[in-house]
């Protein structure tokens, strides 16, 4: 399939036909742009919307975020916990997708580097399932206790969505990259 040229705002390697996006063509460069921003764009939405609505007593309910909880987490001065779950669920979900973004539409094939970093990015990008785990976790631990209810809402759906999406996409990245790079 013929690639085109890159437009002349972009970047060196772009501009040079040598970043991976460019390479694919059109059809390709489309669709795994759209993964990588579906992605993020589900990641913000679960972020903000609630994963779990608890329920003390019949009497108190809460509707927990993954924000929200982490924040809750840094007030009640439980720093380790708040650390785990800002580093998997925020800040990583996040360096991924920016560095998926950037091996995509910039980086330069050529360099010795791309593979090496790609490998990384897809074997720490799977990690991002651990926040999963550990809120499903969460909910069945509440469930258990004789005091609480707990109501799943869509903020876990979307989160999940989120970071499957950018596994999918990652690995998109890493089998097109495989494919198109000189070794």
């Known amino acids: 399939m013929p690639t085109e040229p890159a437009p002349a705002a972009t970047p060196a390697a772009a501009e040079a036909g040598h970043s991976l996006a460019w390479r694919c ?21 679960g972020w903000l919307a609630p994963i779990m609505t608890v329920e003390k007593l019949f009497v108190l309910s809460d509707d927990i975020s993954i924000l929200g909880s982490c924040w809750q987490l ?37 360099r010795p580097r791309f593979l090496r970093s790609l490998y990384w990015i897809e074997l720490l990008g799977k990690w991002s399932m651990l926040d999963v785990f550990v809120v499903a976790l969460s909910v069945v631990a509440i469930q258990m206790s004789l ?15 989120a970071v499957a999406l950018s596994i999918v996409a990652v690995g998109r990245i890493a089998g097109l990259a495989r494919r198109h790079v000189v070794r």
């Open 74 to 110: 840094f007030d009640n001065g439980e720093y380790f916990l708040f650390g785990v779950i800002f580093v998997f669920s925020i800040l990583f979900p996040l360096i991924k997708l920016a560095v998926a973004l950037y091996l995509w539409y910039l980086a330069d094939l050529e």
């Open 147 to 161: 005091v609480s209810d707990v109501e799943i809402h869509p903020g876990i759906y979307l989160f999940s969505a």
């Open 25 to 45: 063509g059109r059809r390709e460069r489309w669709i795994v742009g759209l993964m990588i921003a579906l992605s993020a764009g589900l990641l913000a939405a």
